[in-house]
């Protein structure tokens, strides 16, 4: 059973900074990739940002480009969102995303149970 434990999250006023942090755990033979998304009430979960494990490779929505970066560590199969510049639009539950697979060989996608960022003064 795979676990994403989340941190990070908490209340910080316009123009602050956040970083969360997300480490995966149990039954993974390999991580393809991970990702941030994030979720208001009343919307569709959207994506902010994700990260391959092989070379690096990100990619942004384009409502984050520039002010936030993701990162990763493989030693420790995590993945970081340092989150600079936050508008209070940024506010959201951030959930951490890990496409891998198992050690049975199939591909699986699992969540973790998010993190409440709020930005606001």
């Known amino acids: 059973q795979v676990q994403l434990v989340e941190s990070g999250g908490g209340l910080v006023q316009p123009g602050g900074s956040l970083r969360l942090s997300c480490a995966a755990s149990?039954?993974?033979?390999?991580?393809?990739?991970m990702g941030w998304y994030r979720q208001v009430p009343g919307k569709q979960r959207e994506l902010v940002a994700t990260?391959?494990?092989?070379?690096?490779?990100?990619n942004y929505a384009d409502s984050v480009k520039g002010r936030f970066t993701i990162s990763r560590d493989n030693a420790k199969n995590a993945v970081y969102l340092q989150m600079n510049g936050l508008k209070p639009e940024d506010t959201a539950v951030y959930f951490c995303?890990?496409?891998?697979?198992?050690?049975?060989?199939?591909?699986?996608?699992?969540w973790g149970q998010g993190t409440q960022v709020t930005v606001s003064t």
């Open positions: 995303k890990c496409r891998h697979l198992a050690f049975n060989k199939y591909e699986y996608i699992s």
């Open positions: 149990g039954g993974i033979f390999s991580i393809y990739a």
């Open positions: 990260i391959t494990a092989s070379d690096g490779s990100t």
